[in-house]
């Protein structure tokens, strides 16, 4: 049995959320009650004379089995067992480990628990003295000793108390019809707070149905004028109307204000280990029996039908007319002549259709919101893109409440097209990755390092690093290309080599890094194709390239880094070996393999699976996995894939 350490400290910190909360502490005490196995609960306390002073002598009552004060004492609080654990498919117990019953450190000094033909004080220095032996019959009474305003505040207005017990007790009132809670001496009546509530019996479920399920089948659907304090959900009841099992309805979080409990007493069901359709661990129905298990879910599959379609469909509707008059009332509608709208019957049943659907773009928004959400569908009501339409309301009514809030923020910064652009730049960029993998992997001896693999590149040398401009693509000899650079890049009028490079450059990117020193950073690139292991022969080939350029006076600048990339699928044991030799620079996962003047000349060998993989696959895996981003179906040959790829730039 789990301990914890009794004291002062201690209880705030394990009682924080009770804090400044008086009728949630009250709460605690009545669901005590109801754990305790009472059914009538009495709230009475007396109020000051023509409002003048505070409400005193407060005490809560109960006809329970009593309060076990073997389980208190002054050193530590005793959790339950497990057995003993709150089942989150049942109602009750509502509390679990004991702690709530120093709730009342909030709103008085002190309490008097009268139980069993005993009685004990708690106190705040949680001091508890020899119980006293009384004669109180049956049951447990509670007196609040020593009461704080903000306790005798809360009880001022009987009204507001009876309106705040019905939130947190109308539905398990309406589920035990025989339990009751009286203030002062008067019940409280749960159907204040019903909206409407509908009856099903037997005759009315499916034909299917009715031949299979028992006689005495009632289903009982009550909608709450108020959110209550419990999730909507089914609670399914034996012939006696004891609570067997509940589970949610799965319209819970739809912002819709549509808050109901749906109450079935059958002798259909019975309880066993699962899951719930919310992932809540609790327990759901025996399906041992396959026959029975199949009428259960849809006896579920029926109820949840009528839910949607019979009772929240046309109450939505019904709402959408009163969300409608509000917008026009605010002056949040658009002035719909701007987007070239002059049809305005129609665009109110877009926006009704559109709460309908997805409520929760409306409700709870503020006037701004509201008034950017009318704004956008008149924009796309004036394109008369319906398929965009459909696809944005399925898209929207997916979001949290949390995310609409993201997104409307977001777009409080940006426009929706840059937001647009962005997740079409992130989208390309995947095809790009998957595109490669699937040229070197699954197209290896037919992909061309030219034809194939460099066409991609010269719209996409983002892989090599961000703000590079491509400045050359297999435009002929390297001499050529290095003339043209001092030229467009170093802006030398007139510009003279004192050499003469041979060789044919794939790529050269360049690009002007400010951050400190400046500095210009240029990238030769030499592609191989996939089928071609990286040996001697092709790094002699990117070396040469360097030397070449390091005997250019115009490319040995102060501020001039270059960076030779030779890439390929594969190479062999010499490339190792120049890996290991240059590990002492560093850089070693990368494939250095040469450095020198303090990194102003390098050269790396690479292999796509470490580019694809390691570098971009990591980067972009979070962003894909986040944005759900699928794959796109390739082509069935390299020329294909490169064509559609770039199709789509």
Not at 220 to 242: A, C, H
Request: with cysteine; hydrophobic share 35%.
């Amino acid at each position: 049995m789990d301990q914890l350490e009794l004291n002062i400290q201690s209880l705030k910190t394990e009682l924080k959320q009770y804090k400044d909360k008086p009728y949630k502490c009250l709460f605690e005490y009545i669901w005590n009650s109801f754990d305790a196995g009472a059914s009538n609960i009495k709230l009475s306390y007396n109020t000051p004379n023509q409002g003048i002073g505070s409400v005193s002598n407060i005490k809560i009552s109960d006809n329970g089995n009593g309060w076990d004060f073997s389980n208190i004492n002054t050193k530590t609080f005793l959790s339950s067992t497990k057995s003993d654990a709150k089942e989150k498919n049942k109602s009750l117990p509502m509390g679990q480990f004991g702690r709530g019953r120093y709730a009342f450190i909030w709103i008085a000094e002190e309490i008097q628990i009268t139980s069993k033909n005993q009685r004990i004080t708690l106190k705040h220095n949680t001091e508890i003295d020899t119980p006293v032996q009384i004669e109180n019959g049956i049951g447990t009474e509670i007196s609040f000793i020593g009461a704080y305003s903000i306790l005798s505040d809360s009880l001022t207005s009987y009204e507001e108390l009876c309106n705040q017990l019905l939130t947190e007790f109308g539905w398990f009132l309406t589920q035990n019809q025989s339990y009751s809670i009286d203030v002062n001496g008067s019940p409280i009546q749960e159907n204040q707070i019903i909206k409407e509530e509908i009856k099903l019996v037997k005759d009315d479920f499916p034909e299917e149905l009715r031949e299979e399920i028992d006689n005495n089948i009632e289903v009982r659907i009550v909608l709450w004028s108020e959110k209550p304090r419990e999730f909507s959900k089914f609670y399914f009841l034996d012939n006696n109307g004891k609570e067997i099992y509940k589970e949610n309805t799965g319209l819970n979080k739809k912002n819709d204000n549509f808050w109901h409990s749906v109450y079935v007493t059958s002798s259909l069901f019975k309880i066993s280990e699962s899951k719930d359709d919310e992932n809540e661990e609790q327990k759901s129905f025996d399906f041992g029996d396959k026959k029975k298990s199949r009428l259960q879910r849809k006896v579920k599959d029926f109820l949840k039908s009528y839910l949607i379609n019979v009772i929240r469909k046309p109450y939505l509707t019904e709402q959408s007319e009163y969300l409608l008059q509000d917008l026009k009332a605010e002056n949040l509608i658009p002035e719909l002549s701007e987007f070239g709208i002059y049809d305005e019957e129609s665009y109110d049943d877009l926006i009704k259709a559109i709460y309908t659907i997805s409520p929760a773009l409306f409700s709870g928004k503020s006037d701004s919101e509201k008034k950017f959400i009318c704004a956008t569908f008149a924009g796309l009501l004036s394109n008369q893109d319906d398929i965009l339409i459909v696809k944005l309301l399925e898209q929207l009514q997916e979001l949290t409440a949390e995310e609409q809030k993201d997104l409307l923020d977001i777009l409080n910064r940006t426009s929706l097209s840059n937001v647009v652009k962005t997740i079409k730049e992130i989208d390309h960029r995947l095809d790009v990755i998957d595109t490669l993998k699937v040229l070197i992997s699954e197209h290896e001896k037919e992909t061309l390092e030219v034809k194939h693999i460099q066409k991609i590149l010269d719209d996409n040398f983002w892989l090599f690093g961000e703000q590079f401009r491509l400045f050359s693509s297999t435009e002929g000899a390297l001499k050529k290309v290095l003339l043209k650079y001092a030229k467009e890049v170093l802006e030398i009028e007139d510009p003279e080599l004192v050499g003469s490079p041979t060789g044919e450059v794939d790529l050269l990117l360049t690009k002007t890094e400010s951050i400190g020193e400046a500095k210009q950073l240029n990238v030769i690139i030499e592609l191989k194709r996939a089928s071609k292991k990286l040996g001697k022969t092709q790094y002699d080939q990117i070396e040469s390239y360097m030397e070449s350029i390091r005997k250019e006076p115009l490319c040995n600048g102060e501020n001039q880094y270059w960076e030779f990339y030779l890439i390929g699928k594969d190479y062999d044991s010499h490339i190792e070996d120049k890996i290991d030799s240059a590990k002492n620079h560093g850089q070693k996962d990368r494939g250095l393999c040469y450095n020198i003047k303090d990194g102003k000349f390098k050269i790396y060998v690479r292999k796509w699976s470490d580019i694809l993989e390691v570098e971009w696959g990591t980067k972009m895996k979070y962003l894909k996995e986040k944005l759900e981003i699928q794959s796109k179906q390739k082509k069935s040959t390299s020329d294909e894939i490169v064509n559609d790829i770039l199709s789509n730039e």
